[in-house]
């Protein structure tokens, strides 16, 4: 009970340190067949998880993605979150996910590669490393660009 509760005050702890940015939810296809929809952005120094915590380099932040993805077909569909990159427009550089986490009141690893029950929904929080002075703008998914809009 100690472990747990010490693992929710990290958490918690961790957390708060974010910059979070409601953004304007819109959904766009990942294929013909699945959508998705950025729930929200958020942006901090570093990740807390149930084994200690991660701090993002010198002159980088952790970017994270909120998704929630969902499968219209009556099968089961593989995901691919490799195919989600942050563009920076300003260095012209794409960042890759690095992680895909399970959004949670505690930070659980995801699988890169996944898949969507079917007709399921799927909520993920995709963590990249991204430049410190800049805002993510652009997010390219299955070479698509998409533009993120954010609430003012």
């Known amino acids: 009970m100690k472990k747990v509760l010490l ?3 990290i958490g918690t702890l961790a ?3 974010y910059t979070v940015y409601q953004v304007i939810p819109k959904t766009y296809d990942y294929t013909e067949s699945i959508n998705f929809t950025i729930d929200k952005i958020e942006e901090g120094k570093s990740v807390a998880t149930g084994n200690g915590s991660w701090n ?3 002159g980088n ?3 994270f993605v909120f998704l929630t993805l969902r499968n219209k077909l009556d099968e089961k569909q593989e995901l691919d979150f490799d195919n ?3 563009l920076n427009p300003r260095t012209k550089t794409k ?3 690095e992680w895909s986490m399970v959004v949670g009141p505690i930070n659980m690893w995801g699988k890169i590669d996944s898949y969507i029950r079917k007709g399921d929904e799927k ?3 995709l963590v990249f490393i991204y430049p410190e002075e800049d805002k993510a703008k652009m997010l390219m998914v299955n070479d698509e660009i998409i533009e993120i809009e954010y609430t003012k």
């Open 15 to 17: 957390t708060s340190c």
């Open 7 to 9: 693992l929710f005050l």
């Open 123 to 125: 909520k993920r929080k």
């Open 61 to 63: 932040k952790f970017v």
């Open 84 to 86: 989600f990159i942050l």
């Open 56 to 58: 993002a380099s010198r």
């Open 95 to 97: 960042h890759k996910a």
